[in-house]
């Protein structure tokens, strides 16, 4: 039984750093590329982030959180990071990791897996 756990938000002050990470425990992680999405209050869930299977996967980003967030994987470890840089009051969501063995559905916002998220908030 797969299953993501995310853990990393808090509250920050505009223009500070945050690094959300997502544990992953099931069949071969590798297999998996994996996302970052996030819903802010009243808000539809959207797409943040995503990184290839394998890996030296490529990876994909929003363009709200362009040349601000970077995602890495470490197959090792079975983990998947956000690290969120710049972070904006919009911003403010709650971030889920997402796990997918096609990079097509973490994009098209319709993963196999879901993590439980966690909160993000951004004061200005």
């Known amino acids: 039984q797969e299953q993501l756990v995310e853990s990393g938000g808090g509250l920050v002050q505009a223009g500070s750093s945050l690094r959300l990470s997502c544990v992953y425990s099931?069949?071969?992680?590798?297999?998996?590329?994996m996302g970052w999405f996030r819903q802010a209050p009243g808000k539809e869930r959207e797409f943040v982030a995503v990184i290839k299977r394998g890996g030296g996967g490529s990876q994909y980003y929003a363009d709200s959180v362009k040349g601000r967030f970077t995602i890495s994987r470490d197959n090792a470890k079975n983990t998947v990071d956000l690290q969120m840089n710049s972070l904006k009051p919009e911003d403010t969501a709650v971030y889920y990791c997402?796990?997918?063995?096609?990079?097509?559905?973490?994009?098209?916002?319709?993963?196999?897996?879901w993590g439980q998220g966690t909160q993000v908030t951004v004061s200005s």
């Open positions: 099931g069949r071969a992680f590798s297999d998996y590329a």
């Open positions: 997402a796990a997918d063995l096609t990079l097509h559905n973490i994009v098209i916002l319709s993963p196999h897996y």
